[in-house]
């Protein structure tokens, strides 16, 4: 994939949680979907077809409804075709619940829980947590600014309380164009990390993401005892900018279209990161 589309795709996917309120809230009332003909339905299918797009999820891995994605993401390609499918199936008549029941195996089909293939990733020097000599590794590329991402660092805590001895947790910086701040805060967390600081300020800044600037960065930054004298340097000269850029680059080489993405000992996981989907995956894999 070329730089330009990985620019366009990281500009536009949702799973990269776009800040677009009127899309969020529009899909939950809309009657029109974006790359969806809902021409040919009566009216009683039509609203069989967009109940179902508005309460079952797309598999892309965005955590949102179909609908919702459809409205945010229209290049999305799983949305179209379970959007597709719905239609169709509402077309011939079928009820509500067999078009989920069909739309769920449809999902199963696209979109495999964890890729086949690992993803070649270096870990080495980047924030984790978690045993050195864990049997299962889990590396995250997040944004600071996107609200998925703080959403997903409760799930993360979880799973590491549920597994201490067995999993590490390494985080990966990828900030996104549509977020004004997002690149200071991954330069300013890499800085705190190197005065060991970096668990602290990502917690302060996920806790706070909607309000991260520059001020308030270095007023949590003096907070938690970091050296802003040194913070001030490092983000004037953007001391870690190419780091931000080499890790962005290596999500986009290993498939990343957005955040929060997740790999599993290197294969990508393609469902939202939660305790209950995840548990089971680590488990397995502790198996082997």
Avoid at 10 to 17: E, G, K, M
Wanted: glycine share 6%.
């Amino acid at each position: 994939m070329s730089e330009t589309i990985n620019m366009i795709r990281r500009a536009t996917l949702p799973f990269i949680c776009v800040a677009l309120c009127v899309a969020q809230t529009g899909w939950q009332t809309a009657t029109t979907l974006p790359g969806v003909d809902l021409s040919g339905l009566s009216k009683p299918q039509l609203a069989v077809a967009l109940a179902v797009m508005r309460n079952e999820g797309c598999v892309c891995g965005c955590s949102m409804k179909i609908a919702e994605c459809r409205m945010q993401d229209p290049k999305c390609a799983f949305s179209r075709r379970l959007s597709d499918f719905v239609v169709r199936e509402a077309s011939a008549g079928k009820s509500e619940a067999l078009i989920k029941a069909g739309l769920a195996k449809l999902g199963d089909q696209l979109m495999p829980v964890l890729e086949e293939k690992p993803a070649k990733l270096t870990i080495d020097g980047d924030p984790a947590k978690g045993p050195a000599n864990a049997k299962v590794t889990i590396v995250e590329f997040s944004d600071f600014q996107c609200p998925y991402c703080a959403k997903a660092v409760g799930q993360v805590n979880q799973v590491l309380q549920k597994f201490p001895k067995d999993v590490r947790f390494v985080f990966k910086q990828y900030p996104l164009d549509t977020h004004s701040q997002a690149a200071l805060a991954a330069e300013a967390a890499l800085s705190a990390h190197a005065q060991g600081k970096f668990w602290e300020l990502h917690d302060k800044m996920y806790a706070n993401f909607r309000a991260i600037n520059r001020d308030h960065i270095f007023a949590w930054a003096k907070d938690l005892g970091v050296d802003t004298e040194k913070l001030r340097a490092d983000l004037d000269s953007h001391k870690y900018a190419a780091r931000v850029q080499a890790e962005s680059n290596e999500g986009d080489a290993a498939g990343v279209e957005g955040t929060p993405t997740f790999f599993i000992n290197g294969r990508r996981l393609n469902v939202s990161f939660e305790l209950s989907t995840v548990a089971p995956l680590i488990t397995d894999a502790l198996k082997h």
